[in-house]
Nanobody, 123 residues
Framework: QVQLVESGGGLVQAGGSLRLSCAAS????????MAWFRQAPGKERELVAA????????YYADSVKGRFTISRDNAKNTVYLQMNSLKPEDTAVYYC????????????????WGQGTQVTVSS
């Protein structure tokens, strides 16, 4: 079983930055891909960024490329999402997710989820 706990959300002005963290309790015998999803009111949950166990492979949604950076520290079982140049359209609840092995795009491909953290970007 994997438990995920997000932190770092909040209110920020457009153009500002936030750093989200996700602390994971993981079984050491497994390798996990980690991801950040977001869901705005009335919209479907979408993949923002994902990273493989080794960190060698990453994925970014087109809407965040060049602004967001995903990284992980396996020694601390933590994944991060550095968000720069934030826009009002980035406002959403951000969820950390994990699955064994490779990155996939669909939310249904992830087995474990955090409780979510609110990010609000004011104009």
């Amino acid at each position: 079983q994997v438990q995920l706990v997000e932190s770092g959300g909040g209110l920020v002005q457009a153009g500002g930055s936030l750093r989200l963290s996700c602390a994971a309790s993981v079984r050491p015998s497994r390798t996990y891909a980690m991801a950040w999803f977001r869901q705005a009111p009335g919209k479907e949950r979408e993949l923002v960024a994902a990273i493989s166990w080794s960190g060698a492979n990453t994925y970014y949604a087109d809407s965040v490329k060049g602004r967001f950076t995903i990284s992980r520290d396996n020694a601390k079982n933590t994944v991060y999402l550095q968000m720069n140049s934030l826009k009002p359209e980035d406002t959403a609840v951000y969820y950390c997710a994990a699955r064994t092995y490779n990155i996939v795009v669909a939310p249904r491909g992830y087995d474990y989820w955090g409780q979510g953290t609110q990010v609000t970007v004011s104009s």
